[in-house]
T-cell receptor
Framework: DTEVTQTPKHLVMGMTNKKSLKCEQHMGHRAMYWYKQKAKKPPELMFVYSYEKLSINESVPSRFSPECPNSSLLNLHLHALQPEDSALYLC?????????????FGEGSRLTVL | AQKVTQAQTEISVVEKEDVTLDCVYETRDTTYYLFWYKQPPSGELVFLIRRNSFDEQNEISGRYSWNFQKSTSSFNFTITASQVVDSAVYFCALSEAGNTPLVFGKGTRLSVIA
């Protein structure tokens, strides 16, 4: 079982809806990440939080709004999404941001935008 | 700029066959890290190995082995006596020293047929 927990596992939303994806880890990691993965493509980095502060935003549209309430939680708020935003959204964590250790990934939240 | 190439899009083998997944990388840094991740149908990315650029020793872990060759910028992954549970998408990834995010290859989908 993965030590990074993501909810919900599946989400269907309309283009006018507001929803949130949640991610939780209790490994004491201080870096957390959101990745987006389209079908048959590799994961693409969206955001990196380091010590609860946003350190990397890979030019993600503002309809995606990340939030890191504390070192264990990471949210991704969704608003006014487009059908092309349908994808698997993966959360990951690591001891610290950077490459000194592995990334631990959750199972993802599969999002469908109608 | 860093780049990872996994030329094999899909591979299909019969159970108990050996299979090698290729990974070629490009980087201008002398310090970098290479990774392999497995993504089973459940979605999460499972860390398999990390190798830094100064450690060219090959590694074996059970049925898995990795061949790191700096001279050819390759970091190939071999599964010996493949099993159906090995069926997954395998990603090779690279990160340069410092706070740079992982860059993933496009992945190789491995199907092991009973």
């Amino acid at each position: 079982d993965t030590e990074v927990t993501q909810t919900p596992k599946h989400l269907v939303m309309g283009m006018t809806n507001k929803k949130s994806l949640k991610c939780e880890q209790h490994m004491g990691h201080r870096a957390m990440y959101w990745y987006k993965q389209k079908a048959k493509k590799p994961p693409e980095l969206m955001f990196v939080y380091s010590y609860e502060k946003l350190s990397i935003n890979e030019s993600v549209p503002s309809r995606f709004s990340p939030e890191c309430p504390n070192s264990s939680l990471l949210n991704l708020h969704l608003h006014a999404l487009q059908p092309e935003d349908s994808a698997l959204y993966l959360c990951a964590s690591s001891h610290v941001a950077g490459v000194t250790g592995e990334l631990f990934f959750g199972e993802g939240s599969r999002l469908t935008v109608l | 700029a860093q780049k990872v190439t996994q030329a094999q899009t899909e591979i299909s083998v019969v159970e108990k066959e050996d299979v090698t997944l290729d990974c070629v990388y490009e980087t201008r840094d002398t310090t970098y890290y290479l990774f392999w991740y497995k993504q089973p149908p459940s979605g999460e990315l499972v860390f398999l190995i990390r190798r830094n650029s100064f450690d060219e020793q090959n590694e074996i872990s059970g049925r898995y082995s990795w061949n790191f060759q700096k001279s050819t910028s390759s970091f190939n992954f071999t599964i010996t006596a493949s099993q159906v549970v090995d069926s997954a998408v395998y990603f090779c990834a690279l990160s340069e020293a410092g706070n740079t995010p992982l860059v993933f290859g496009k992945g190789t989908r491995l199907s092991v047929i009973a």
